[in-house]
């Protein structure tokens, strides 16, 4: 499946913002889905994932409460709604397909381009 990821911009904190993944060449039910974000300097971290088949979702604890992770069969997209963004929440972000569960960064073959969020304080 190819992943394209899309949606980020420049927002100040407090503000909301959905990132959108369009899949192409296989439907998204296939597979377990994330949205991995990687800030400069710093380890990619696995931030939101799903498991529509098992029933699971990983939300990352700093973005709890404020992070949703949705998607849209009919689109083959799925979605990252951010809520309260924090400055902290600046890097890139890269939505993930994976057949495995739990995600992990290891295990992703492709990771696309990613969709830059920036948020000022």
């Known amino acids: 499946v190819q992943l394209q990821a899309s949606g980020g911009g420049l927002v100040q904190a407090g503000d909301s913002l959905t990132l959108s993944c369009a899949a192409s060449?296989?439907?998204?039910?296939?597979?377990?889905m994330g949205w991995f974000r990687q800030a400069p300097g710093k380890e990619r971290e696995l931030v939101a994932a799903?498991?529509?088949?098992?029933?699971?979702?990983y939300i990352e604890d700093s973005v709890k409460g404020r992070f949703a992770i949705s998607r849209d069969l009919a689109k083959n997209t799925m979605y990252l709604q951010m809520n309260n963004l924090k400055p902290e929440d600046a890097a890139v972000y890269y939505c993930?397909?994976?057949?495995?569960?739990?995600?992990?960064?290891?295990?992703?073959?492709?990771w696309g381009q990613g969709t830059l969020v920036t948020v000022s304080s």
């Open positions: 799903r498991s529509w088949r098992r029933g699971s979702t």
């Open positions: 060449g296989r439907t998204l039910n296939n597979y377990h």
């Open positions: 993930v397909a994976s057949s495995r569960w739990p995600i992990v960064k290891e295990v992703i073959a492709s």
